[in-house]
């Protein structure tokens, strides 16, 4: 008897975790990692037929009682809208991921040539006039046309991006700056169009076998920039 009972537990566990197919069809369940996940209400169960009747039988049993074609093409619907769901849920990721992308670029550009945040707006409107003509032997014109429409490059979008750009910058640079054996400090002053001083901040350092040089540090002065001024 004891036998017997550690054969069946054998047996069971080696059941669990083999996900069936035929519980698609005839209990609506898919499979996700180790488990079975139910498309009518989304549950987890783990993969033994017994567990997945029982609960196909106790969760929805309105369903289970009812003919067996009946069930069929509930279950058939209740799939049919979860793969549209997922499909049209990749779409979206998908298309965000390349808009963003395509943001974060233009903020680049925009802020490597010191363009105002509102350029984006300008870009934008230059692609989409030049677009139709561009791509006009292109089968999916439009779908491009869209594309540009859905990237997000409002003054706002651009300026949060730039700052996250230069977040990004001063981190590596802090990084690259604790890395080096040694760095070497260059001090300049100008005067901007306010007729402020500014103090300017270099560091130059080896990062691998390349010496960068890069600005730090950019501050206004409240007097002159003499040396004495500036703690030299
Ligand atoms: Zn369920």
Redesign the pocket.
Known sequence: MASSAKKQKVQDSKCIREFQTWWTEKYGMISKGDKAV?V??S?TVVCRTSSVKR?FET??KSVSQKSEAEQKELIASALNDRNKQSTSMIKFVGNNCHTSAASNAAANVIARHSKPFQEGEFLKEAWLACAPSLFDDFDDKDKIIQRIKETPLSRNTIKERILKLAENITDQQKIDINDASFISLCLDESTDVTKSARLAVFARYCVGNVIKEELIAIKSLLTTTKGSQLGV
């Open positions: 139910c009518l209400c549950g609960h969760n929805h």
